[in-house]
């Protein structure tokens, strides 16, 4: 049976859709995302460079610390052993005083301690190493240009030498750096000074080249106080006082005898060196990436001599 059917397909009416934003809006919405991206990129390239900055100096300070311990350490045993604990034969005296008994200060079993002093170099023997041998150890501050005396520019460089006493040497700084191989070093030293008189600091050397500006590197660091022209080495006596170190105090002569053995005689002998220590980071590598400038970093130790 045909049934006539009105079959009616309903269609989905599309209901209204809501207006999108205008183009003002979308500009207002990308200039405020520019501005808060900008001071985010500008904050994260600050904490960049200041963990930069922070990172050089941690790493200038443990490499001068390391240098500066092993100053401390080798001067702890400079003099040891001495006359006292090692007795040569035919030899009637201590202090192992190369002007008065020099069986003992030649002997290579017999360390005299201190054998020259001065700011920019200290000589000494000593069984740094634990191992029975007398070694002669040599710390001194060479220039840019690896001169001793330093004379022309800075950075400078303090190299360390260690090598067996000679048997039958007198202990005079000629003899004790003809065999001196210096092995160690540590660079981008700034400070070299050499008093004269009563003036506690000056005579540093120029720091060679110039700031990212185009000052010179010795003028503007010289803002720092005395950052130049501090002495690398300085020598105290029993009470505290400093002792003038220019000219070098030398073991073979009788001033200096008297003030580097410490003998009943002494009246102010040395009693502890001091090592300062001025460093500046790599001119490459070191760079602020903020100031433009090369972050620095001061290290001080102190050794008090105990075998003399």
């Not at 989905?12 to 205008?22: D, E, K, M, N, V």
């Not at 040891?80 to 003992?104: F, H, L, Q």
């Not at 981008?188 to 050499?194: E, I, L, P, T, Y």
């Not at 029993?238 to 073979?252: E, K």
């Amino acid at each position: 049976m045909d049934t006539d059917m009105n079959m009616k397909i309903s269609r989905p009416t599309s209901a209204s859709l809501p207006a999108g934003f205008s183009l003002l809006e979308l500009v207002f919405v990308c200039a405020i995302l520019s501005l808060v991206l900008a001071g985010v990129f500008n904050w994260v390239s600050l904490v960049i460079q200041r963990s930069s900055a922070e990172q050089t100096k941690v790493d200038l300070t443990q490499e001068g610390r390391e240098f500066v311990d092993e100053f401390e350490r080798d001067l702890h045993q400079a003099g040891y052993p001495n006359c006292r604990i090692v007795k040569i034969p035919g030899s009637t005296a201590c202090p192992a005083d190369p002007t008065v008994n020099p069986s003992e200060a030649m002997s290579s079993t017999v360390a005299v301690g201190l054998v020259s002093v001065s700011n920019t170099q200290v000589i000494f023997e000593g069984d740094v190493d634990g191992n029975g041998t007398v070694d002669i150890v040599v710390y001194r501050l060479v220039d840019s240009a690896k001169n001793y005396p330093p004379t022309g520019n800075c950075p400078c460089t303090i190299q360390r030498s260690q090598m067996p006493k000679v048997n039958g040497t007198l202990p005079i700084p000629a003899n004790e750096l003809a065999t001196a191989t210096f092995s160690q070093e540590l660079n981008n030293v700034v400070n070299s000074g050499v008093p004269a008189g009563t003036n506690p600091y000056g005579g540093g050397l120029l720091i060679a080249g110039n700031t990212a500006w185009g000052a010179s590197n010795s003028a503007y660091y010289a803002a720092v106080s005395t950052f130049k022209d501090y002495p690398v080495f300085q020598a105290y006596d029993q009470y505290g006082n400093i002792i003038q170190l220019n000219p070098a105090v030398d073991i073979s002569t009788t001033g200096g005898v008297q003030k580097l053995t410490c003998d009943v005689a002494s009246v102010n002998c040395v009693k502890s060196i001091r090592l300062t220590i001025n460093l500046l980071a790599n001119a490459t590598t070191g760079l602020d990436l903020k100031t433009n400038t090369r972050p620095v970093t001061t290290l001080v130790g102190n050794a008090r001599l105990v075998n003399n």
